[in-house]
C-alpha cells in the first residue's frame, strides 16, 4: 500500500471542513469494520486452514489467512487478586493462597501519595507506583442520526472512494445542487479527495 494511503494532512483544512471529513471518516470507519468483520465470519467457514491472495483487477492487495484455532477450552485466571480472595474465602483451600502485603485503599490514594513522593520519599518514587498523566482532549463524533447519514455516505460513492486514497476524477463543479442536499462532493473535490 503506499504510504501516501496512510497519513491525511488535515493542515489546510478549515474547522467546518475538517469536522464535515471527520464525519464521514466516522462512518466510512464503521461501515468497513461492519463489512471486515461479516467477511471474516463467512470465510471463517469456507476457508481452510492457510494462507490465499486478495485480489483486485490482477494485482495481489493482501494475503489472508485462516488459522486452524486452538484445541480445547481451558479455564484461566483473569484477576489472581479476585480468585485469591474468593479461595481465602473457601474451607481448606488456605494452602492455595498466599498471604502478600497489600496496601490499604488510603494509601493507595493520590492525595496520600503526593506527600509520601515529594516528602517522605525525597523524591524517590516507591516501587508499584508511578505517575499518571492528565487525559489529553479529545475529539469525537456522534451522530445525530447513523442511519441517515450512512444513506448520505452510499449516495456518494465517489466521495467516500476519494476519502479513502482512491482517485477518480472529482464531479464537474456546478452552480445547481438538488435542494435540501448539501455540497459534500464539492467540498471534498476542493480538498484533492
Not at 66 to 87: Q, S
Request: hydrophobic share 40%; proline share 7%; aromatic share 4%.
Amino acid at each position: 500500500m503506499a504510504k501516501d494511503m496512510l497519513t491525511f494532512d488535515a493542515g489546510d483544512l478549515s474547522d467546518d471542513q475538517l469536522m464535515t471529513v471527520m464525519a464521514v471518516a466516522n462512518i466510512a470507519k464503521a461501515r468497513m469494520d461492519a463489512v471486515e468483520k461479516g467477511c471474516k465470519a463467512v470465510l471463517v467457514g469456507r476457508m481452510e486452514t492457510g494462507h490465499r491472495p486478495a485480489v483486485l483487477d490482477g494485482e495481489e492487495l493482501a494475503d489472508i489467512q485462516r488459522t486452524a484455532g486452538g484445541g480445547d477450552g481451558e479455564w484461566v485466571v483473569k484477576d489472581a487478586a479476585a480468585y485469591g480472595a474468593w479461595l481465602d474465602r473457601q474451607e481448606g483451600m488456605e494452602d492455595f493462597v498466599r498471604q502478600v502485603p497489600m496496601p490499604t485503599d488510603d494509601a493507595m490514594d493520590p492525595g496520600f501519595l503526593g506527600p509520601l513522593v515529594e516528602k517522605i520519599g525525597g523524591g524517590d518514587v516507591p516501587d508499584g507506583v508511578q505517575w499518571k498523566a492528565p487525559a489529553a482532549p479529545q475529539v469525537r463524533v456522534t451522530f445525530k442520526d447513523k442511519g441517515r447519514a450512512l444513506e448520505a455516505l452510499e449516495r456518494r460513492p465517489a466521495t467516500v472512494e476519494r476519502l479513502l486514497g482512491g482517485s477518480p476524477e472529482p464531479p464537474a463543479a456546478t452552480d445547481a445542487k438538488p435542494e435540501g442536499e448539501s455540497d459534500i462532493d464539492g467540498l471534498f473535490a476542493g480538498l484533492g479527495l
